[in-house]
C-alpha cells in the first residue's frame, strides 16, 4: 500500500475593520485573482508564527502597523479547493482599529481601500465567509 503526500502551504490573512463598520481590502496585484479584492495575507515564513506573519504582512500590503499580540484569533480555514494554487491552509486574524486609520498599498497589493462591510466587491479565495466569520462573532 503506497502512501500519497499532499503539498500543504501555511498562510495568515487579516480582517482590520474599522469602528465605523468598513473594512480593509487590497487589491490583488498578483495571479491567482489578480485585479480582484482580498483580505491582507500571505505565506508564513520559516520560524514565523502565524500571527507574525499576519502582522508583517497587513504592514506589507497595507501599511498598518499592529503588534502581533493585537490581532485576535478568527480561525482556520482549510477548504482543499480554497486556493487553485494547491492546498493551502490560513489561519485568519481580527484587529479593530478606529476611523481614519491611514493604509498604503505595498508589496502585492496595487490599492487598498476601506469598503462598508453591507456594500463588499466581489472577494477572492474564501474571503467573504472569513470576514462572515468576524461579523457573525462581533454580533
Known amino acids: 500500500m503506497s502512501e500519497t503526500f499532499e503539498t500543504i502551504r501555511y498562510t495568515a490573512d487579516v480582517v482590520v475593520t474599522r469602528t465605523d463598520g468598513h473594512v480593509l481590502l487590497i487589491e490583488r496585484g498578483w495571479a491567482p485573482f489578480k485585479g480582484q479584492w482580498a483580505l491582507p495575507g500571505g505565506h508564513v515564513d520559516p520560524g514565523e508564527t502565524s500571527r507574525a506573519a499576519a502582522a508583517r504582512e497587513l ?7 499592529a503588534a502581533p499580540e493585537e490581532l485576535d484569533q478568527v480561525g482556520v480555514w482549510d477548504q482543499p479547493d480554497r486556493d487553485p494554487r494547491g492546498r493551502y491552509v490560513t489561519v485568519a486574524y481580527h484587529l479593530t482599529v478606529v476611523s481614519g486609520m491611514p493604509i498604503e498599498p505595498g508589496d502585492d497589493a496595487t490599492n487598498a ?5 453591507d456594500q463588499l466587491p466581489p ?5 467573504a465567509d472569513i470576514i462572515r466569520a468576524v461579523v457573525d462573532s462581533a454580533l
Open 59 to 65: 504592514a506589507e500590503e497595507a501599511g498598518v502597523y
Open 113 to 117: 481601500k476601506w469598503w462598508p462591510l
Open 123 to 127: 472577494l477572492a479565495f474564501d474571503h
